[in-house]
């Protein structure tokens, strides 16, 4: 086994659990497509491999780079409507407490829903900037503004 390759396997082992979890819960229209929107990220992360050079955390840079992947993905798919949904099949959302709230952040749009996912999945202000190309006050902002506007719709 190659150097790189197993340096690859060993960051997918230690980021498996956050890919897993964004390509289970990100605004996905069906529980099957997990699997392959996973294995889309698993190919997108070695695809760039090569060029990460740590100018990022390895969690900021594997998210960002799931979160573009699972956005080209939706925009390849475009309007088509999703498959039936097999019996016993779910989607499991981050907030299923709150489902209405789920449903108020899943509508938010590029890259405010980015930025409200990140921020509750614990990055700082600085990484998620990262992640979305952003300035932190921009961050920052648009994060003040997007919970104001979901506290709102939520308690309407």
Not at 65 to 90: D, F, K
Request: net charge neutral.
């Amino acid at each position: 086994m190659q150097a790189d390759e197993k340096a690859f396997r060993e960051l997918i082992g230690r980021q498996r659990d956050l890919i897993w979890a964004l390509c289970r819960t990100y605004r996905l229209g069906a529980a099957w497509d997990t699997e392959d929107a996973f294995h889309e990220v698993l190919v997108a992360l070695w695809q760039g491999f090569g060029s990460y050079g740590g100018r990022s955390s390895e969690r900021t840079w594997v998210y960002r780079v799931a979160v573009n992947t699972l956005n080209s993905l939706l925009r390849r798919r475009g309007n088509q409507p999703a498959p039936e949904m097999p019996e016993g099949y779910e989607r499991v959302a981050a907030g299923d407490d709150y489902p209405d709230l789920a449903h108020l952040i899943e509508a938010l749009p590029e890259p405010d829903y980015t930025i409200v996912r990140a921020h509750v999945e614990g990055y700082s202000y600085a990484e998620i900037g990262r992640i979305c190309g952003l300035s932190v006050g921009a961050v920052s902002m648009r994060l003040v503004r997007v919970l104001r506007k979901l506290r709102k719709q939520y308690n309407q």
